[in-house]
């Protein structure tokens, strides 16, 4: 490998400002929108006036309902939230857009749309998580069954010597990247230009087609850079057909740039979850039963599923295991895949739960979980196409000094500081999507690769770059990789941990063939190798796809395929004031094989932040009268700072995985962020005694009396 | 936001003179203000940029520490005798908001910070009193975690941001203002407003009024400022307290003590103040107990009683501190 220690290749573009974002994007006599927003939860809109927004300075237009073309009817996924704005009088969630205002600058049309007046009919006090009823969900977001079981889980816990059961929550959180979403959108005769903020331009491009029914070949769709997605730019949110269609009714490009506060409401969130785990267990710590209900919020219009305990069914090994997911329709906004999705909200039960399981047995935690580690899949008894988790656990306690833990909660005091070490398990399962990429190689040797991927702070050109130069045995500075325009070969989407996987295998393949079209060996100079061939270019395109009968989200059906980790923390809590801090972390991960070092680091120390996060921050919590998040913005909204943030030791084990794809290469992305809340409050039990179940872990919590 | 006229001054009288005019506002390191025009909360007519004002002076004479109200919280935090005399304070300053923002962000705006209760910085008009007179209170039955335990009134619950506030309370601090014809010198501990009656009077400047400095008496050398916040750095106090203490022979011999988060103004115990001399400082029981005279008044929301046991648990840790 020649990788170790390579560095970004668009760097130096993102450091002085050169690398140009969908809203940077320059346009002759764009028009500025701004949207006016519903403040009602649900209920119609019954009148809009709009009459001083139009007499505003520098108005172009009002766009409301009647204006707009009907747009084709889809589902979500691909659609973000099914029930698209401005399509209807009704209103799905605060904060759905119900007119556009077109202006000569962005602060013109903002001025005007806080001048629209809107006023609504049949609201009604909205209904919150907790308060509907548990129903079976039906959308593309239902991955496999909903409903799992394999033995008998009563029986099971019945003939434990040892059983705990307890009821978890995580929070409603917010993607909040850096960059707002943005389109800005044009239209050249029948053909649709999209400068917009995505996370795929393959998606956006077909589901711009679909909605406006036209040919995939019609919509162009770029996006070479997004400052963050986090899946809060998977699917396709309003901002992308409505840009396209007031540019569309106005006849000029219209640039759309979400507020911070539109973030919260018109890119989704992480849906609050509510989740019960019992377990049962011989004296000896083997599994007798594993049972795992969850329950997550969704909106009223749209059942997206958290997938929150599918996890369940392969960590351990039991005789027993029953799972079983529901969802509740509330009013609020539509939630969406966020950094990690399933795994993310449900490892914190499961974990937790077999941190108490420990206590209850009196076994030390990472014990326990080498005393259930299955040789098959436990639910399906598949084999795991790669497994490391022992290893995970046993190099990360090590190298935490686990050994020295005293096993009694509160009894590792410094002053006022009650210390606790907390271990928990991480795993993520293996999306697998298709992609493609063509690569070109000149008369000087140099070599071009074409992608549609876009570059969303991940490295993913670095990895490009990597592939290329272990398969043709180049210098990665001797690839150009060019990415994020619909014009290029498709790449599914820079989400759900997959890019590795297929970019890098597509993008090995496409190298693979110009060496065999040039009859050459790895590391003989190209440029030779083309003169010889008489020559002056040559280009391959590379396909991959995960195996035919490959399951939805190009999960595995031959293989029980996943990443594992194990994350070991140590928090601090103050005895008098509760506040949690974490003082140092190890982390173990086996993840496939890892193309980039450098950039694989910072993706899960970046991961581990996001758990951070999870554990002790985020909340987005909905106004129980208004039907509104609360706070819609980053002052009111708590990211982790990095003054937050501990000394962390992360790092890989050794792991293979040529299963997944032919590069051995699996998802990191999401991964670093599981495990992180569960270990944490672990810890926090372990320093106080206090066991908080309910995320974040807040210090009214640790105060009060259990 | 609503399109406004900039325009930039250099003396205390022609500021006064521009300020009289109504939508006028002054705007110094502007890292409040710009929050209120984005937010909607203000749509003044005309920006006066003060910043030239020769108003940016720290100093030290006849016994009383004078800021200048235009001197930036990062320049007062860093400067040698307030870091010296008046610890308290150079820890509230560096305690708040961000390097940047302390870079930025004078004195006089730091006092004149509205509220961080979401509903008053909501995007769009939900009910809160401070907003629009008579549309409600959103806090009051939605989210009461961060409201006040003290002085609230049933238009307002929220409390008051400012961790320099707090400090300048303890130290029985000055707030001057001119407005055209006098000047007047208000409290530090008085300066920002309880809701009453009146929540959209958010402190005692009046229309046409400018901070000009602030005055703090005496040094206060061993004193102490501990703020207790979820998120280690850039974060508003969930309860603070600034302790300034007098000790002989590790007995309290006097004691000054504002509490943050609490209120919608720093929050002095004074009856804790005076049960507290004489009590031995490392009885953390009797300390305790001295406290909870001032905390009978305290009248929490459901949601936020936490901070009634936080707040005193705050207050012996600070004052010990402070006598360390």
Known sequence: MTTEGLVRPDGPAKLTGAARYAADVPAESALAAALVSATVPNGRLAELDAAEARDCPGVAAVLTRADLPTLAELPSPPLGYPALPLQAEEIHYEGEPIAIVLAETLEQAQYAASRVRATYTGVREPIAFGEAEDVVPHSGHVLGGTDE?????????????????????????????????????????????????????????????????????????????????????????????????????????????????????????????????????????????????????????????????????????????????????????????????????????????????????????????????????????????????????????????????????????????????????????????????????????????????????????????????????????????????????????????????????????????????????????????????????????????????????????????????????????????????????????????????????????????????????????????????????????????????????????????????????????????????????????????????????????????? | MRTFDYTRVRGLEETLAALGEPGTQPIAGGTELVNWLKEGIEEPRRLVDINRLPLRDVGFADGVLRIGALARMSDVAADEIVAARFPVLAQSLLLAASAQLRNMASIGGNLMQRTRCPYFRADTAVPCNKRAEGSGCSALHGDTGAAAIFGWSDRCVATHPSDLAVALAALDAVVVVRGERSERRIPASEFIRLPGDEPLRHNELRAGELITAVEVPGGAERSYYLKVRERASYEFAVVSVAAVVRAEGGTLTGVRLALGGVAHRPWRLTAAESALVGVDLGDTTALRSALAASFTEARPLAGNEYKVTLAQRAAVRAIQEAAA
Not at chain 1, 394 to 404: L, N, Q
Request: glycine letters at 10%; a negative charge.
């Open chain 1, 149 to 706: 079981e394999k033995g008998d889980a009563g029986a099971g816990l019945a003939e434990a010597h040892v059983t705990v059961t307890a009821t978890y929550t995580t929070a409603d959180r917010h993607h909040s990247p850096i960059e707002p979403s943005a389109t800005l959108a044009w239209w050249e005769g029948e053909q649709l230009v999209l400068h917009s903020s995505v996370q795929s331009v393959a998606v956006a491009q077909q589901t711009m087609a679909a909605l406006f029914s036209l040919p995939p070949e019609h919509v162009r769709v770029v996006c070479p850079f997004t400052g963050g997605g986090f899946g809060a730019k998977g699917y396709v949110w309003p901002h992308l057909p409505l840009a396209a269609a007031a540019a569309k009714v106005s006849g000029r490009p219209v640039r759309l740039v979400m507020t911070r506060a539109q973030m919260f409401t018109l890119s989704g969130h992480q849906p609050a979850t509510r989740q019960t785990v019992s377990l049962g267990a011989t004296r000896d710590g083997r599994l007798t039963a594993l049972r795992h209900d969850s329950v997550n919020a969704s909106g009223r219009a749209v059942d997206y599923l958290e997938n929150t305990t599918h996890s369940s069914t392969w960590l351990y090994a039991s005789p027993a295991i029953e799972t079983r997911m529901r969802v509740q329709r509330v009013d609020r906004p539509g939630p969406t895949p966020m950094r990690a999705p399933h795994e993310g909200p449900g490892m914190f039960a499961l974990e937790s739960a077999m941190d108490e399981l420990a206590y209850e047995l009196g076994i030390d935690p990472v014990e326990l979980r080498l005393r259930n580690e299955p040789d098959v899949d436990p639910m399906t008894g598949l084999p795991f196409s790669s497994r490391r988790l022992v290893e995970c656990l046993r190099e990360g306690a090590e190298r935490f000094g686990w050994a020295e833990r005293s096993p009694e909660p509160r009894s590792m005091r410094e002053g006022n500081d009650l210390v606790g070490w907390g271990v928990a398990a991480a795993t993520m399962d293996t999306f697998r999507a298709p992609s493609s990429a063509k690569v070109r190689i000149g008369a000087d040797g140099r070599i071009v690769v074409e992608t549609g991927m876009q570059e969303i702070g991940t490295g993913l050109p670095a990895m490009v770059q990597a592939v290329v130069a272990e398969t043709l045995g180049c210098d990665p500075g001797d690839v150009e990789v060019r990415h994020g325009d619909s014009g290029f070969p498709p790449h599914a989407g820079t989400m759900g941990s997959m890019s590795a996987m297929g970019l890098g295998s597509a993008v090995q393949a496409a190298a693979r063939e110009v060496l065999a079209k040039l009859d050459g060996r790895q590391g003989q100079p190209l440029a030779g190798l083309l003169a010889e061939s008489g020559l002056t270019e040559l280009e391959a395109e590379g396909r991959w796809s995960p195996e035919e009968d490959a399951l939805a989200a190009g999960r595995s059906a031959r293989y029980s395929m996943h990443t594992y980790g194990a994350i070991f923390a140590e928090v601090r809590v103050d005895a008098d004031f509760g506040v949690v801090r974490l003082s140092r972390a190890v982390t173990r991960y086996a993840a496939g094989r890892i193309l980039n070092p450098l950039a694989a680091h910072s993706q899960l120390t970046g991961g581990f932040a996001w758990g951070y996060g999870q554990a002790l921050l985020e909340h987005s919590d909905v106004d129980p009268v208004l039907g509104r998040f609360v706070s819609k913005n980053l002052a009111g909204y708590l990211l982790p700072a990095n003054a937050d943030l501990p000394d962390l030791d992360a790092a890989f084990v050794e792991d293979d995985d040529r299963f997944a794809n032919p590069l051995g290469a699996k998802g990191i992305g999401e991964l670093g962020a599981v495990g992180v809340a569960a270990a944490i409050a672990n810890a926090v039990f372990h320093a106080t005694g206090r066991r908080v179940r309910n995320l974040p872990i807040r210090l009214a919590t640790v105060l009060s009396e259990p």
